[in-house]
Nanobody, 122 residues
Framework: QVQLVESGGGLVQAGGSLRLSCAASGSTFRINAIGWYRQAPGKQRELVAAISSGGNTKYADPVKGRFTISRDNANNTAYLQMNSLKAEDTAVYYC????????????????WGRGTLVTVSS
């Protein structure tokens, strides 16, 4: 099994930045793609960004140019740098793991973290 633990959420003003971290443990050899989903109040979960073990990335249109996903394979850690935050970015952010970016988009996942809350005040 894969365990994922997120950190780095919090309260920030609009226009500010936050960096989320995701630490993976357990059967990390199963992880190819790591990604971040988010769920805002009253809305469905949506994929924000994903990265493959080779460094290929995928971003949702609303965050392109503002968010950057990265990973440190040696330390089984992934990051989501979020800049120019907007009130609509307020959500619980979940770290996820999958075989490929394609299966992550389809939400066919090995694991979900518990989530970390990001609140952007306007």
């Amino acid at each position: 099994q894969v365990q994922l633990v997120e950190s780095g959420g919090g309260l920030v003003q609009a226009g500010g930045s936050l960096r989320l971290s995701c630490a993976a443990s357990g059967s990390t050899f199963r992880i190819n793609a790591i990604g971040w989903y988010r769920q805002a109040p009253g809305k469905q979960r949506e994929l924000v960004a994903a990265i493959s073990s080779g460094g290929n990335t995928k971003y949702a249109d609303p965050v392109k140019g503002r968010f950057t996903i990265s990973r440190d394979n040696a330390n089984n850690t992934a990051y989501l740098q979020m800049n120019s935050l907007k009130a609509e970015d307020t959500a619980v952010y979940y770290c996820t793991a999958a075989d490929t970016i394609a299966t992550m988009i389809e939400a066919r996942l090995h694991a979900w973290g518990r989530g970390t809350l990001v609140t952007v005040s306007s």
